[in-house]
């Protein structure tokens, strides 16, 4: 249980492209979903927190008009990276929050998704 | 402000040897702690994790020691096989009731044959 999945693994775009990343969760529902960006040999960061139903919630220095995120259902969240340049390259990688009251504090991973703008 | 952080970068172990990898945290106030394991190229995978109420847990092959005298959080490995090499996160919940977590900055577990 708690699988959690992204869509597309993968991504190489053209710099002021926009890219769409999908974070799904298979098996539960999760009203809150979290959105990590990763840079080479270093640590998560969190960008923001996806709530269902509601506007997310960005931690300081992240552009909410650059990553728009849009939690539309209990199963799906997704991140639009907008006007993309080289230096948003990353890996980008959704969590969510675990279901039931003692695994609802658990963040489950997705796979990660590699983004790079050329 | 808060940080979490790890004392060792890199660590070495021969196959079968018990793995120990540290944590030390600054926040007193947190009250959940998660391990993750991450391989190359993959998303972090839940390990085990622990209260702030309890000073140990233990999982499969895994274990889970918190010290909260000294802000201090540990994973230890029994008979480490290469399938475990990859790196490994702390992270910590501040208290108060909000779900974002901290992580650490990561130890490289690499097991030699």
């Known amino acids: 249980g708690a699988v959690v999945s992204q869509h597309p693994s993968r991504v190489i775009c053209k710099s002021g492209t926009s890219v769409k990343i999908e974070c799904r969760s298979l098996?539960?529902?999760?009203?809150?979903m979290f959105w990590y960006r990763q840079f080479p040999k270093q640590s998560l960061m969190l960008m923001a927190t996806?709530?269902?139903?509601?506007?997310?919630?960005?931690e300081q220095g992240v552009e909410k008009d650059k990553f728009l995120i849009n939690h539309a259902s209990l199963t799906l969240s997704t991140l639009t990276v907008t006007s993309a340049h080289p230096e948003d390259s990353s890996f980008y990688i959704c969590?969510?929050?675990?279901?039931?009251?003692?695994?609802?504090?658990?963040?489950?991973f997705g796979p990660g998704t590699r983004l790079t703008v050329l | 402000g808060e940080s979490v952080g790890l004392h060792l970068p890199t660590l070495s172990v021969q196959e079968g040897d018990n793995s120990i990898i540290n944590c030390a945290y600054s926040n007193s106030a947190s009250d959940y702690f998660i391990w993750y394991k991450q391989e190359s190229g993959k998303g972090p995978q839940f390990i085990i994790d622990i209260r702030s109420n309890m000073d140990k847990r233990q999982g499969q092959r895994v274990t889970v020691l918190l010290n909260k005298t000294v802000k201090h959080l540990s994973l230890q490995i029994a008979a480490t096989q290469p399938g475990d090499s990859a790196v490994y996160f702390c992270?910590?919940?501040?208290?108060?009731?909000?779900?974002?977590?901290?992580f650490g900055t990561g130890t490289q577990l690499k097991v030699e044959l």
């Open positions: 098996d539960f529902q999760a009203t809150t």
């Open positions: 996806s709530n269902e139903g509601s506007k997310a919630t960005y």
């Open positions: 969590s969510a929050r675990g279901p039931g009251r003692t695994s609802g504090d658990t963040q489950y």
């Open positions: 992270a910590e919940r501040g208290g108060g009731g909000g779900n974002k977590l901290t």
